[in-house]
């Protein structure tokens, strides 16, 4: 049952008059829409995309990091990115359950930019690597 109906209910029930029933209704209608105002107005300021690669065994050590100003430029990209990455690579990745085709880069690109990002963490992943024999690991975020 609702807070609205007990309210509703009590109102019936001679519990409490209209007037304590509406103030009720009131007070329960500001708390119900202040939390969805304040997740709409909180933003974050990131500066900058990163982009981590290491393995266990140190034969991997990517870092790269970007402006978040600089996005806007790769923002302008972003629909393309699925693209560049080569036929063989994007087959691999697939063979392994990754598919980059279905990844709204365009997407992810803006909500860091109005600072809207849910999750600064955007991809994390952990993968046996046979050649190397080590624990690979890719880290895409925003801080």
């Known amino acids: 049952m609702s807070e609205q109906q007990k309210i509703l209910e009590m109102i019936e029930k001679g519990q409490i008059t ?23 107005t909180t933003k974050q300021s990131y500066k900058f995309f990163r982009v981590r690669v290491t393995s266990d065994n140190n ?7 970007i402006p978040i100003r600089l996005l806007t430029t790769i923002g302008e990209i ?14 691999e990745m697939e063979s392994k359950g990754i598919d980059i085709s279905s990844v709204d880069f365009a997407k ?36």
Do not use: C, F, H
């Open 59 to 65: 034969s991997v050590n990517v870092n790269v990091n």
């Open 108 to 143: 992810i690109v803006e909500e860091v930019i109005n600072g809207t990002l849910e999750e600064p963490n955007i991809v994390d992943v952990d993968a046996w690597d046979e050649s190397s024999q080590s624990m690979i690991k890719v880290r895409v975020y925003v801080d």
């Open 18 to 40: 209209a007037a304590e029933g509406m103030e009720l209704l009131e007070a329960l209608n500001i708390t119900e829409v202040t939390p969805l105002q304040a997740v709409e």
């Open 78 to 91: 972003a629909d393309r990115m699925t693209t560049m990455v080569p036929p063989d690579a994007r087959k």
